[in-house]
């Protein structure tokens, strides 16, 4: 299966299901935590990281804010920067085309 190698599980909520963690701690190479618990390192160490639902929301909205920061800065907004997605797509398909 390659879970040696290591898969971390993070969840959303406050913490792990025991349910969760009794069925994966004979798992060898897989760990559990929940995502208030997760750092940068985290991503990069292990091979396979597997969120569910609540943490994928939990970190979109920690990165949106990151994001929304820059736009404010840049007095930009996120409908300003429709436009240039969608030329730079427009222009790839011409430049294709071609």
Do not use: C
Request: glycine residues 8%; hydrophobic residues 45%.
């Amino acid at each position: 299966m390659g879970w040696a190698t290591g898969t971390l599980f993070v969840t959303g909520e406050s913490q792990v299901h025991p349910a969760l963690r009794l069925a994966g701690r004979n798992l060898p190479g897989v760990e559990f935590k929940p995502v208030s618990d997760l750092h940068v390192y985290d991503l990069i160490k292990w091979r396979r990281v597997i969120l569910d639902v609540p943490a994928v929301q939990v970190l979109e909205q920690a990165l949106s804010k990151g994001w929304n920061r820059v736009l404010e800065e840049t007095g930009a907004s996120q409908v300003d920067t429709l436009p240039i997605l969608g030329s730079a797509s427009a222009d790839a398909a011409h430049v294709s085309a071609h």
